[in-house]
């Protein structure tokens, strides 16, 4: 088939059959199709529309381009979360250690920081010597050994969606629904899932700003979950704020190994209290556990006891990262770092704390990167005192910057001092989980 | 500006600004905007539509990504004819030398065939030692020495163009008005005219298949050549027929002699009556003469008196052709030729002879070329001998293959033979100028 014709089809608004898909796909991965003509063709797709059927189409041809994991001979159910990404949003680093120790397999493989989001990856190689590029067989192996394996997605899996998502970042057809869940579920169908919870994130940090949209992102994917055989559910999680205490990759993994000691800090409640939860659903759903109360009861021994930060260890020394993180945390910060305070500029009540203004403000301290080539500072970031609803006094310690210089910090105040609005009139503190899907 | 900031608001259906349009168009140029950015846009603006206002500003800014002719210092009105481009379509050979004999200065920059179309300057090639590919200067130089010059397209040209329709072609955003009209309409403003004549074809072997599509574009290109200050008129022409009694380059150039001699054929008569009929439009638009009538006896009075001809000659000779092909123009024909005849399989009336199969056997032959890289063989082609309406006997000549052996005529004969229908009922005569606009 020439491309030619497919982009022609799409582009008079034609319902594209599979076998026009197949092809599609074929030619970007054997390069029978150029850039330029794939780029047409998403536009026309974009602009036109797809139905379910050519989504679901479009989902299966991507996923098949590349190999599905075969973690057959490994016990336990396969369960995995995948969130939309957010600001301070590191509950995987929480949820994988407590799930594996409950009883599940969780091949979890994530992705770098891209903007004003951060990446699993990058969060995990602020951990000394820890290793995300695992071979199949490596991923295999640590995934026995220890019930849980984190690494990126290596060029065995749906190839057709790395080449197709460079493309729809540079010509603008990045926020499309079904090319949204094509991409995010190719990419997830491919690690051999029996369960699959989702959280989608919503509000000024996350991918979809209005809470309609991330709505209708979390159907659309449990729909396609549920069409390929995975039970699947969503979350639908607050992201107007940044979640947690830490923003900066190994400022967070300090707060989720924190969690895992079961120390309780105001700051990151809202971390543990979304990554309990994640993780009860993730029980249910896989059969590990017979209602949420008991899920929940379960997911909180499991850190009580240390059986999940049991895990969390096993599988930084398995991944060739230095385990000692796990009794001084703390270990994984540069101490040279200097840290510049955020002060409440009047009395009052926190209206709003802007997760996208927190996450281009460590982007901008180099925690973050805006093309995918560029390298990542994993020690600066910043730390977040107050929450929405919360009252101050003028002068309060609204938050800090932990940064390299005294001058890189004065480039970066006002944009996170303007993160914070306060009002005098008593303000309700924002919900966490908007909804369970 | 970002490119996709411009794709974006394309995408959405926004109507783009002057800026945003010369931002492209010079990214097209600079290599700053990707193909596939590009190729992303141009779908967007064929899905999602362009103003009027926004094809004025992409005909201005395609137009001054190159130069615009200096024709200052040559005398006479400077005219130009631009066809959407047929089969046996070959006026430009005859209308040049005769508008340059009544008084006019024709700077006609013509291009290659491509698919079942030809092109001039395949044609002048079979002249041997004819060069089309004129400097700036030299161009200037015949056109000051004889009245017209013939050229290819120069890199200086509209370069904006060459990428874009080279793109185009390749993402099926070919048929779209607003992008053929800026299009062409940047090339032939950039010759600096005063007066442009416009023969837009309709019909199998036309661009346009349907009259309604032919009228359209005809008129979109008088209200913009208008708006750039240029006197434009168009002309519908049929191409449901092949123009004129040959297809193929050689052939061509001699049955343009032929005209210009002042033989009048029957099989040719149409290629003359439009030749005249469009060089008298140039005359009347161009102020060399009074009315239609008088235009038209002025072309003919230029051809019977030998003042055309001498034109042709003088430009051969300017232009490195041999001028003896104005004597004996059976000098570009090939003596080693084969010809297949076509016959007719049953007596009654021609009710089609199918342009576009016509065309595409030419090309079968290696008289044209499916890829803009191919070579053509300038000397095989076809001889149509009967018209639409004509009646014919069993085993009468309906035409005639040029090719180089026997087996390559058998390779073709089925479908120059589907070509031609013929019905038992008396059919009318197709009529050649359709419409003036």
Same mark, same amino acid.
């Given at each position: 088939?020439?491309?030619?014709?497919?982009?022609?089809?799409?582009?008079?608004?034609?319902?594209?059959?599979?076998?026009?898909?197949?092809?599609?796909?074929?030619?970007?991965?054997?390069?029978?199709?150029?850039?330029?003509?794939?780029?047409?063709?998403?536009?026309?797709?974009?602009?036109?529309?797809?139905?379910?059927?050519?989504?679901?189409?479009?989902?299966?041809?991507?996923?098949?381009?590349?190999?599905?994991?075969?973690?057959?001979?490994?016990?336990?159910?396969?369960?995995?979360?995948?969130?939309?990404?957010?600001?301070?949003?590191?509950?995987?680093?929480?949820?994988?250690?407590?799930?594996?120790?409950?009883?599940?397999?969780?091949?979890?493989?994530?992705?770098?920081?891209?903007?004003?989001?951060?990446?699993?990856?990058?969060?995990?190689?602020?951990?000394?010597?820890?290793?995300?590029?695992?071979?199949?067989?490596?991923?295999?192996?640590?995934?026995?050994?220890?019930?849980?394996?984190?690494?990126?997605?290596?060029?065995?899996?749906?190839?057709?969606?790395?080449?197709?998502?460079?493309?729809?970042?540079?010509?603008?057809?990045?926020?499309?629904?079904?090319?949204?869940?094509?991409?995010?579920?190719?990419?997830?169908?491919?690690?051999?899932?029996?369960?699959?919870?989702?959280?989608?994130?919503?509000?000024?940090?996350?991918?979809?700003?209005?809470?309609?949209?991330?709505?209708?992102?979390?159907?659309?994917?449990?729909?396609?979950?549920?069409?390929?055989?995975?039970?699947?559910?969503?979350?639908?999680?607050?992201?107007?704020?940044?979640?947690?205490?830490?923003? @900066?990759?190994? &400022?967070?993994?300090?707060? /989720?190994?924190?969690?895992? %000691? #079961?120390? =309780?800090?105001? !700051?990151?409640?809202? *971390?543990?209290?979304?990554?309990?939860?994640?993780?009860?659903?993730?029980?249910?759903?896989?059969?590990?556990?017979?209602?949420?109360?008991?899920?929940?009861?379960?997911?909180?021994?499991?850190?009580?006891?240390?059986?999940?930060?049991?895990?969390?260890?096993?599988?930084?020394?398995?991944?060739?990262?230095?385990?000692?993180?796990?009794?001084?945390?703390?270990?994984?910060?540069?101490?040279?770092?200097?840290?510049?305070?955020?002060?409440?500029?009047?009395?009052?009540?926190?209206?709003?704390?802007?997760?996208?203004?927190?996450?281009?403000?460590?982007?901008?301290?180099?925690?973050?990167?805006?093309?995918?080539?560029?390298?990542?500072?994993?020690?600066?970031?910043?730390?977040?005192?107050?929450?929405?609803?919360?009252?101050?006094?003028? @002068?309060?310690? &609204?938050?800090?910057?932990? /940064?390299?210089?005294?001058? %890189? #910090?004065? =480039?970066?105040? !006002?944009?996170?001092? *303007?993160?914070?609005?306060?009002?005098?009139?008593?303000?309700?503190?924002?919900?966490?989980?908007?909804?369970?899907?």
């Amino acid at each position: 088939m020439r491309p030619q014709k497919i982009i022609e089809a799409k582009r008079d608004g034609a319902e594209l059959t599979r076998e026009q898909i197949d092809s599609f796909i074929e030619g970007v991965c054997d390069d029978s199709w150029a850039d330029y003509q794939t780029a047409a063709l998403l536009m026309a797709m974009f602009t036109r529309g797809l139905s379910q059927a050519e989504q679901d189409a479009l989902t299966y041809a991507m996923l098949h381009s590349g190999v599905i994991l075969d973690l057959s001979g490994i016990e336990g159910p396969k369960v995995d979360k995948h969130s939309t990404g957010g600001v301070g949003d590191k509950t995987s680093l929480v949820i994988a250690p407590i799930v594996a120790a409950c009883g599940g397999t969780v091949p979890m493989i994530s992705g770098r920081g891209l903007g004003h989001t951060g990446g699993t990856l990058d969060k995990l190689e602020s951990i000394p010597g820890y290793n995300v590029n695992l071979s199949c067989e490596g991923f295999r192996e640590v995934l026995k050994m220890c019930g849980y394996a984190m690494s990126g997605q290596t060029s065995d899996i749906a190839p057709a969606d790395k080449k197709l998502y460079a493309l729809r970042d540079a010509t603008a057809t990045v926020p499309y629904l079904p090319l949204i869940v094509s991409s995010i579920m190719s990419k997830k169908l491919a690690e051999g899932l029996d369960a699959l919870v989702l959280d989608v994130k919503s509000g000024s940090g996350a991918f979809m700003k209005r809470e309609g949209d991330a709505r209708d992102l979390a159907a659309a994917m449990v729909r396609t979950g549920e069409a390929f055989g995975v039970k699947t559910q969503a979350i639908i999680s607050n992201m107007a704020q940044p979640l947690g205490a830490f923003v @900066g990759n190994a &400022l967070e993994v300090y707060e /989720c190994v924190r969690i895992l %000691q #079961g120390e =309780t800090e105001p !700051a990151w409640r809202d *971390t543990a209290e979304l990554s309990f939860e994640l993780a009860a659903h993730m029980l249910v759903l896989s059969d590990l556990s017979g209602g949420m109360d008991k899920a929940r009861s379960r997911v909180e021994e499991a850190v009580n006891s240390g059986e999940a930060l049991a895990k969390f260890s096993k599988n930084c020394e398995l991944q060739g990262g230095d385990p000692k993180v796990c009794e001084k945390p703390e270990r994984v910060f540069e101490e040279s770092l200097v840290r510049v305070p955020i002060k409440a500029p009047a009395p009052g009540y926190i209206s709003g704390v802007d997760a996208l203004a927190i996450g281009d403000g460590v982007v901008a301290l180099g925690g973050g990167r805006l093309k995918a080539e560029d390298d990542v500072d994993h020690a600066v970031g910043f730390r977040c005192d107050v929450k929405v609803g919360e009252e101050v006094r003028e @002068g309060d310690l &609204l938050g800090e910057i932990y /940064c390299r210089t005294d001058e %890189q #910090g004065a =480039t970066v105040l !006002a944009a996170f001092q *303007t993160a914070y609005t306060i009002t005098p009139e008593p303000v309700v503190a924002s919900i966490l989980i908007i909804d369970v899907i």
